[in-house]
T-cell receptor, first 112, second 112 residues
Framework: NAGVTQTPKFQVLKTGQSMTLQCAQD?????MSWYRQDPGMGLRLIHY???????DQGEVPNGYNVSRSTTEDFPLRLLSAAPSQTSVYFC???????????FGSGTRLTVV | GQQLNQSPQSMFIQEGEDVSMNCTSSSIFNTWLWYKQDPGEGPVLLIA?????ELTSNGRLTAQFGITRKDSFLNISASIPSDVGIYFC????????????FGTGTSLTVIP
């Protein structure tokens, strides 16, 4: 099925560990983004990309890195996990910025 | 970041009742989106609004782009149990770098 695929679905990390959250879409969307969802906070933008090779920071970028080497993939890297990064992470894509996004099913991350 | 206030925070209604919720912003937006999120899933786009005063329906759902461009409204008529979930608004403008900012959500419970 066409859509946005996120892996893994669940992850537990120890403080200081690093990991990469994977996001792939097969809809040939130029725009991709990462959000985190915390209770009572809604969805907050971490990083986004308007096309391959182009990335920019969102509202809460600290502690996260991204790259966009292909149109299809937009991985999110946590370099040194902290308990404050415990959250549900969503990847989203759209044909162009400004149109409605298609969201993945999320990655639930716990940092202990 | 942008402040999007969604109200109410939660609603408990009887099956068959109509539902109204709204979203207000401190800034003018060019686009409003309404999403629904089921437990354990990513948000799914319900309605997109692109013009002040616009009224758009999607089945039993109707959303309006406020004339001031600082608010939007979502109505659900004749609620059914599968309407249960969290409803998010999102707004976007050139002032937000064309990125979408999300409200904190309205949690809807439908009592059969």
């Amino acid at each position: 099925n066409a859509g946005v695929t996120q892996t893994p679905k669940f992850q537990v990390l120890k403080t200081g560990q690093s990991m990469t959250l994977q996001c792939a879409q097969d809809m040939n969307h130029e725009y991709m983004s990462w959000y985190r969802q915390d209770p009572g906070m809604g969805l907050r933008l971490i990083h986004y990309s308007v096309g391959a090779g182009i990335t920019d920071q969102g509202e809460v970028p600290n502690g996260y890195n991204v790259s966009r080497s292909t149109t299809e993939d937009f991985p999110l890297r946590l370099l040194s996990a902290a308990p404050s990064q415990t959250s549900v992470y969503f990847c989203a894509s759209s044909y162009v910025a400004g149109l409605g996004y298609t969201f993945g099913s999320g990655t639930r991350l716990t940092v202990v | 970041g942008q402040q999007l206030n969604q109200s109410p925070q939660s609603m408990f209604i009887q099956e068959g009742e109509d539902v109204s919720m709204n979203c207000t912003s401190s800034s003018i937006f060019n686009t409003w989106l309404w999403y629904k999120q089921d437990p354990g899933e990513g948000p799914v786009l319900l309605i997109a609004l692109y013009k002040a005063g616009e009224l758009t329906s999607n089945g039993r759902l109707t959303a309006q782009f406020g004339i001031t461009r600082k608010d939007s409204f979502l109505n659900i008529s004749a609620s059914i149990p599968s309407d249960v979930g969290i409803y998010f608004c999102a707004g976007q403008s050139s002032n937000t770098g064309n990125q979408f900012y999300f409200g904190t959500g309205t949690s809807l419970t439908v009592i059969p």
